[in-house]
C-alpha cells in the first residue's frame, strides 16, 4: 500500500512538472521583462521576509498540539526550533523527512515519538481543515462561480459539516491503522481538545490571510504597478489550494512541481497564464527562501538542550 502511494505521487509531480513546463515553453514569449521593474523586486523581498516569519504560526499551532499529545506545556522556543531546523527536510525526496527530522530533534528536549507523531498528524489534520474552510468559504461567500454547478448551498451545508470534525477528530485518530501503536501511550481524548484544535486552526488561519496577501502583493509587482483588488480573493484561493497540495503529494520534495502546476490550472484563466506562470515562479522563489531564511534563523537562536525526563505516557 505504502509502496503504491508513493509510485502515485511520483506519478502526480512528474505529470505537475511536465505541465508546467509546457505552460511555460508557450507563454515564455508573452512574458515581458520591462515588467519586472524595482517594486517587483521589493515585493519578492517582502514576501521572502513575511513567509519566513509567517511560519513561527506554523510552529505555534504545531506546538500547541504537541502540549496536548505530551500533557503538558511545551516552551515555545524549543517547539519552533525543532520546526524549523525539521522544515528545510522537506526538500529531500520523498517530501517526509522535516517529519522524520520532527521525531529525531524533538527527542533532545524529552518529547516522546508518540506525542511527536501525534501532534504532526494533527498538524496536517489541522491544516488540511483549515484550507478546506477557507475555499469554501470563498466560493460560499465571495465567488459563487468558482465551483461551478454545485449550488451555493451545499456549500453552506458543507461550512456546517465541518463543525463536527472537531469532535470526531480524536475518534478517528484511535482507530487510524498507524496511531494504534500510540494509543496505550496516549490519552487521545484528553489530548485532542476541541479548544486546542481551534487555537491551532486560528493560527493556522492567520498564517494563511497574511501570506494570501503577500502572494497578492507579488502579483502587483509585475502588473505595471496597477492595483488589482478585485483578483485578492481568487489568488489567496488558488495559493491556498495550491499550497496544501504539495504539502499532502507523496514524494513532491518542498511541493516543486504541484503547487506550480496547480496555481498555472486555477488561475490561468482569470488573470492570464503568462501571468500565471510568472506568479507560480515568483511564490516558488518567496517560499524557498522563506524556508531558508526561516532555517538560518533556527541555527542563529539555538537554544542549549535540557536533559528531560520522556513525555511517554505510560
Avoid at 18 to 45: C, G, H, M, T, W
Wanted: proline content about 3%; glycine content about 8%; charged content about 15%.
Amino acid at each position: 500500500m505504502a509502496k503504491s502511494i508513493k509510485i502515485l505521487g511520483w506519478l502526480i509531480v512528474g505529470v505537475a512538472l511536465v505541465y508546467f513546463v509546457q505552460r511555460f515553453i508557450d507563454v515564455l514569449p508573452d512574458i515581458e521583462l520591462s515588467n519586472f521593474k524595482s517594486f517587483f523586486f521589493f515585493a519578492l523581498a517582502f514576501g521572502i521576509i513575511v513567509y519566513s516569519f509567517a511560519q513561527y504560526l506554523l510552529a505555534f499551532g504545531w506546538a500547541n498540539l504537541l502540549s496536548g499529545a505530551c500533557g503538558s506545556p511545551v516552551e515555545f522556543g524549543s517547539a519552533s526550533e525543532v520546526y524549523a531546523r525539521s522544515n528545510i527536510a522537506k526538500y529531500l525526496p520523498g517530501n517526509v523527512f522535516h517529519l522524520v527530522g520532527r521525531q529525531v530533534l524533538g527527542r533532545q528536549f524529552g518529547w516522546s515519538q508518540a506525542a511527536l507523531a501525534l501532534a504532526s498528524f494533527l498538524e496536517t489534520a489541522v491544516v488540511t481543515f483549515t484550507v478546506t474552510v477557507i475555499l469554501l468559504a470563498y466560493g460560499a461567500f465571495w465567488n459563487s462561480q468558482i465551483y461551478g454547478l454545485i449550488p451555493t448551498y451545499i456549500l453552506y451545508l458543507a461550512l456546517a459539516g465541518l463543525l463536527i470534525v472537531p469532535w470526531a477528530l480524536p475518534r478517528i485518530v484511535e482507530r487510524l491503522p498507524f496511531a494504534v501503536r500510540y494509543v496505550d501511550a496516549l490519552d487521545v481524548r484528553q489530548s485532542v481538545t476541541v479548544r486546542r484544535l481551534a487555537v491551532s486552526f486560528l493560527v493556522f488561519l492567520i498564517f494563511f490571510a497574511i501570506t494570501g496577501v503577500a502572494m497578492w502583493v507579488l502579483l502587483q509587482g509585475f502588473n505595471s504597478g496597477e492595483w488589482k483588488f478585485e483578483t485578492l480573493g481568487i489568488i489567496t484561493a488558488a495559493y491556498v489550494a495550491a499550497w496544501i497540495l504539495g504539502m499532502i503529494t507523496p514524494g513532491a520534495s518542498g511541493g516543486i512541481g504541484v503547487r506550480e502546476a496547480a496555481l498555472v490550472f486555477l488561475l490561468g484563466d482569470t488573470i492570464g497564464e503568462a501571468d500565471a506562470v510568472t506568479l507560480a515562479i515568483a511564490i516558488r522563489l518567496v517560499t524557498t527562501g522563506g524556508d531558508g531564511l526561516f532555517f538560518i534563523s533556527s541555527l542563529l537562536c539555538r537554544r542549549p538542550k535540557k536533559s528531560l525526563p520522556s513525555t511517554d505516557r505510560d
